[in-house]
């Protein structure tokens, strides 16, 4: 189209196919609210409320004064892309060469990356549902079609691996896996992890949420299990480390898939900010007690907001034992989730999610972030009691 030729911008297919991402939705018109006055109880975004780990600030602080403003290899530092292969060599004891590794401005362009390489038009990713809203949103992107595969909140949100095996065809070219996961904080047992890995297909593991289990659960990596080969391996510093801005993320991929990917990113992203991951190496170095006190933190706040929506007449088949998030059965109160989680801003000052933005499985259901303080989290619950009954 030439420029002036028309009032009318022409939306490709690829994006008209992708959904609006509703958390975010709900956070811009409770922004819109706190504008006006209103005073709204933050649980439906997935962001830490804790601060970003004092030596990652001072990294980040010394790294610009010092000029570090200019581009870096495009694959990330050496000195990092070392420092991450061994961090996570050292948490799921399986072994790590920094030259499979990829820094990203965050995890979500390592997805894009991802699925770039794997994907031609037509090709299916199976995806476990409830998932993260922007996974079928980049499969169709990349012109993909996501597979959905039905878990079951009885069993905790376990993956069942029989109805993956079903969902395969021959263009199955990737199964993606979040553990701990978003919306669900399930954590796939180490039997499906294997099971999953031995299917034939290349995994794409979300493991953003690693680190942040509780009641003594152990996220298995999909590299624990497969070794590495046609795996995916996602990771970042947003959640583990309270450092969602940082916008500073990676994958560990298979080595023959490097050099491609290194190519798509000099040409996408260019590369990661440099002082950004000056950040990274510090928070790698001395960020640990930061995520134990959000460990601790989080698995208190979790009880007590499992607690309270049960008690409003919420449905929580069990506590969620990853991440920081609890998806309840809604469906007592309003089987339209975006409907009542309207209603609950509007009327309750609370924001939540509404289960739909986590795919069909997800309707009926509301998501809930408990990274938020504890006297926030009960004022919460007061304000919904109030609503709802």
């Given at each position: ?24 939705e ?13 005073k ?50 050292r ?37 476990p ?7 079928p ?20 949100w ?18 993606v ?15 499906v ?27 298995t ?46 040409n ?72 009542l ?19 069909a ?15 926030a ?13």
């Amino acid at each position: 189209m030439r420029l002036g030729a028309s009032n009318h911008v022409r939306i490709p297919e690829r994006i008209r196919a992708i959904e609006p991402f509703l958390a975010m939705e709900v956070l811009e018109r409770a922004y819109a609210m706190e504008r006006e006055g209103a005073k709204v109880i933050h649980l439906e975004i997935g962001e830490p409320d804790f601060p970003a780990p004092e030596a990652a600030v001072e990294a980040a602080r010394a790294a610009l004064a010092a000029g570090a403003t200019r581009y870096t290899d495009s694959r990330g530092l050496p000195e990092l892309r070392a420092a991450i292969a061994a961090d996570k060599t050292r948490r799921t004891g399986a072994p790590v060469d920094p030259a499979q590794v990829i820094v990203t401005s965050g995890t979500s362009p390592a997805l894009l990356l991802v699925f770039s390489l794997l994907l031609e038009a037509g090709d299916e990713v199976i995806v476990p549902a409830p998932h993260y809203p922007c996974y079928p949103n980049f499969v169709r992107f990349c012109g993909g079609v996501p597979v959905a595969v039905p878990c079951d909140s009885a069993s905790g949100w376990t993956l069942d691996v029989a109805s993956v095996r079903r969902a395969l065809s021959p263009r199955t070219r990737a199964i993606v896996v979040g553990s701990p996961a978003n919306p669900t904080g399930a954590v796939q047992p180490r039997e499906v992890m294997a099971e999953l890995a031995g299917l034939g297909v290349p995994l794409v593991s979300d493991e953003v949420y690693d680190g942040l289990v509780y009641d003594g659960a152990h996220a298995t990596s999909a590299l624990e299990v497969a070794g590495g080969s046609d795996v995916y391996a996602l990771d970042g510093f947003s959640k583990r480390y309270a450092m969602t801005g940082f916008r500073l993320g990676y994958a560990i991929v298979p080595c023959d898939a490097l050099r491609p990917l290194q190519i798509l990113a000099q040409n996408l992203f260019i590369s990661a900010a440099e002082f950004v991951q000056r950040a990274g190496l510090a928070a790698l170095a001395e960020g640990q007690p930061t995520v134990e006190a959000m460990r601790a933190a989080y698995q208190r706040r979790r009880d007590v907001l499992v607690d309270g929506l049960r008690g409003l007449g919420f449905g929580v088949a069990a506590p969620p034992r990853g991440a920081f998030y609890v998806l309840a059965d809604a469906r007592r109160f309003d089987a339209d989730s975006r409907r009542l989680a309207a209603r609950l801003l509007e009327e309750a000052h609370v924001a939540v999610t509404p289960g739909i933005d986590f795919g069909a499985a997800g309707e009926g259901f509301l998501r809930f972030c408990y990274a938020n303080a504890d006297d926030a989290i009960r004022e919460a619950l007061a304000r919904l009691r109030q609503v709802l009954a």
